[in-house]
């Protein structure tokens, strides 16, 4: 069965770098579309960054543009958000998400999802 498995969450103080990885079993990331998303307390869950199947373009949101960068590892077959320059408005937790086919790689419709990583910035 597929799983998505999110990792390396923890607090950190504003200004401060985190890198989330998610490993990914059932599932090939190199033919798959991959996305991150985020959902704080009593928000709706927003769009964050994605890849697309053959790395040829990533998106970001506009809140984490220039800041957060998004990367996959075929031969591990992972996908890592490296965020650097954290910001309380940071906190959620973090979701990892994958698609064969999307037309709207800001949109919450991916087929998998993982469990999610709490990630805590501390002003």
């Known amino acids: 069965q597929v799983q998505l498995v999110e990792t390396g969450g923890g607090l950190v103080q504003a200004g401060g770098s985190l890198r989330l990885s998610c490993a990914a079993s059932?599932?090939?990331?190199?033919?798959?579309?991959m996305a991150w998303f985020r959902q704080a307390p009593g928000k709706e869950r927003e769009f964050v960054a994605a890849?697309?199947?053959?790395?040829?373009?990533?998106y970001y949101a506009d809140s984490v543009k220039g800041r957060f960068t998004i990367a996959r590892d075929n031969a591990k077959n992972t996908v890592s958000l490296q965020m650097n320059g954290l910001k309380p408005d940071d906190t959620a937790v973090y979701y990892c998400?994958?698609?064969?086919?999307?037309?709207?790689?800001?949109?919450?419709?991916?087929?998998?999802w993982g469990q999610g990583t709490q990630v805590t910035v501390s002003s």
């Open positions: 998400a994958g698609d064969a086919a999307i037309g709207d790689y800001s949109a919450p419709g991916y087929t998998y």
């Open positions: 059932g599932l090939s990331i190199g033919i798959y579309n």
């Open positions: 890849i697309n199947w053959n790395s040829r373009s990533t």
